[in-house]
């Protein structure tokens, strides 16, 4: 069988993969996203970061749709998400996520956690997305785990069996919301590391993280949010020797300190 | 559980609690007043004719039984913790006995009873309980999934459902599909009477237990199941379900026992299953007592086995994960 259906078209490096036009979105009376406006080109990476409680991870969640937003229009290669869409699952095939949490399923092993998605959604027959689960998971190194189940893997390794999960899924978009947050700091490594090396292959990437030195080497652009807006985007180096923005400012010092 | 790591001393072997408890026991036999059984009749030698032996009399043999008694506990307190819940069980269980053994059973009664009891009731009775929970089972789950739908129509038909038959008792159920469905045209026999009873009924309590279960998942996993394109029958069925059962088993088996015994209900609409033919039985006789212990002799050894079982699926599904 040759590759997976491809569900969403491709794009040129010109017209934007993402699209988001005047978003809001409230909980309630709390505004947590106000008149985003944020454009990401294929193979593009962003880094979103911002101090806690700036819509940073509402942003990214409302890209795949696991949040509504509630005016404004997003757009996934040139699909508009709507809470009326019958095609949302077709679209989430095509953006893989990478939580916090890892959010693994803990009944399956690895293995079987890397070959849910292909096998059950996409069509692939066992043989072939078993081939794909172990050449992912030798990609983010932990080919001796497949057998294994989550709890018994390290936090560092659980959320690399995580993004191979996603990888298995051949998406188009990857999205990290705090991927290294949950982690003890001696395994933040071996997941930026495995992040970096899916920027070097091409990936289109839009992470929220705290980690800016993985921000400093990867990203093309540094979005930072305060208070659910975007206060400033700029390319690593004017982000950190420039920052324009008071609040960016503090933010930096703060963080970088 | 957590069990702590720094050990209390044990109240038994303090002298204060031991002395305490030694004249509460002593009180307890005082006033219960053995003098006139068994116990009178060993100690004979010591108080002469018990039913004359008086106050002196009735405190010897107290006084012998809290010895007996307190020692027994002091024995036990020094053995390991597996030994004393064996020896606990053992002696609890003996007692027991003796006590149906003091109702003057003729063992003889029984025994020609009990092929009758086991071929018709105790078949009648698993026969129900089991087409039952069956039932109930394929009710809660489809319930379950109703009461945590977004449809409307669903989540009110479910919960009404649910707050009917939680509401009412299971007897009164009975006899209103018994007695009122032949009034409207539909005659039911006894037997699918009771297990259409049963089965509402506790199909309307495992509806909560499995909505909780499924609800005590995080909710990561729906997310992480979203995030892949999954939808929602795929997710209740390979991601859910799944990590469900292993929390929804033991509360589960817990309404299978009770079940089991509520199945005694059907008695009253005369069907032939252990509780009917344990009151019936003995009455010609007049041997109410032999019958009933036997029923309930096999009603507890049915509850056994079923807990047996819960356990083996419990210690399975722990493996697994």
């Known amino acids: 069988m040759m590759d997976t259906k491809t569900n969403i078209q491709n794009n040129t490096e010109m017209t934007p993969v993402i699209s988001l036009k005047g978003v809001n979105k409230w909980y309630g009376d709390f505004q947590a996203l106000s008149n985003i406006d944020l454009e990401i080109k294929l193979k593009e990476k962003i880094v979103i970061c911002g101090p806690s409680g ?40 095509d953006i893989g996520m990478v939580f916090q949490n890892f959010n693994l399923f803990p009944h399956l092993t690895v293995l079987e956690n890397c070959m849910a998605g292909p096998n059950w959604v996409r069509g692939i027959e066992k043989n072939e997305a078993k081939e794909r689960a172990i050449a992912m998971l030798e990609q983010v190194k932990i080919p001796e785990q497949a057998d294994k189940y989550p709890d018994q893997l390290s936090g560092g390794q659980q959320q690399r069996v995580a993004i191979a999960r996603s990888l298995c899924m051949q998406p188009k978009v990857m999205l990290f919301d705090e991927p290294t947050s949950a982690l003890d700091p001696e395994m933040v490594s071996e997941v930026l590391d495995t992040m970096i090396e899916l920027a070097n292959s091409g990936m289109t990437m839009i992470c929220v993280t705290h980690e800016m030195g993985f921000a400093r080497q990867v990203a093309d652009r540094i979005v930072f949010m305060a208070d659910g807006e975007i206060v400033e985007q700029n390319t690593p180096e004017e982000f950190f020797n420039n920052p324009q923005h008071d609040r960016t400012k503090v933010f930096l010092d703060q963080i970088l300190k | 559980m957590f069990v702590d790591t720094v050990i209390e001393d044990k109240a038994l072997h303090k002298p204060v609690f031991l002395i305490g408890l030694s004249v509460t026991v002593l009180a307890i036999f005082f006033a219960l007043n053995f003098t006139n059984t068994l116990f009178g009749e060993f100690l004979r030698p010591v108080i002469g004719d018990p039913t004359e032996s008086g106050f002196f009399g009735r405190l010897a043999v107290s006084l012998v039984l809290t010895i007996i008694f307190v020692l027994n506990l002091l024995a036990i307190s020094f053995t390991r913790l597996k030994v004393q819940i064996l020896i606990v069980w053992v002696e609890l269980l003996l007692l027991f006995l003796a006590f149906a053994y003091s109702f003057d059973l003729k063992m003889s009664f029984i025994q020609s009873r009990i092929p009758l009891m086991i071929s018709r009731g105790l078949f009648t009775t698993i026969y129900i309980s089991a087409i039952s929970i069956v039932i109930a089972t394929v009710i809660a789950v489809i319930g379950a999934i109703a009461k945590l739908s977004n449809n409307g129509f669903a989540y009110a038909i479910s919960s009404f459902y649910t707050s009917l038959f939680r509401g009412l008792p299971l007897l009164l159920q009975l006899f209103l599909i018994y007695k009122g469905l032949p009034q409207l045209g539909f005659m039911v026999d006894a037997v699918p009477a009771a297990i259409t009873a049963l089965s509402l009924c506790y199909g309307a309590y495992m509806t909560e237990i499995f909505r909780a279960g499924i609800q005590s998942i995080p909710k990561g996993q729906w997310e992480a199941s979203r995030a892949l394109g999954f939808k929602f029958n795929l ?52 041997r109410h007592m032999e019958m009933l212990l036997t029923a309930a002799m096999i009603y507890w050894a049915l509850t056994i086995v079923l807990e047996v079982i819960q356990a083996r699926i419990e210690k399975k599904y722990k493996q697994k994960s």
């Open chain 1, 54 to 93: 700036s819509g940073k991870s509402t942003l990214i969640r409302c890209i795949n749709r696991l949040e509504a937003h509630q005016e404004g229009k997003i757009h996934v290669s040139g699909i508009e998400l709507h809470e009326r869409m019958k095609d949302i699952d077709i679209v989430r095939q």
């Open chain 2, 235 to 286: 997710i209740l069925r390979k991601i859910i379900l799944p990590q469900a059962i292993p929390i929804i088993i033991p509360p589960t088996g817990n309404q299978f026992i009770a079940m089991l015994k509520d199945s005694s209900l059907a008695s009253v609409l005369g069907v032939w299953e252990l509780m009917y033919l344990a009151r019936t039985l003995g009455q010609r006789d007049f």
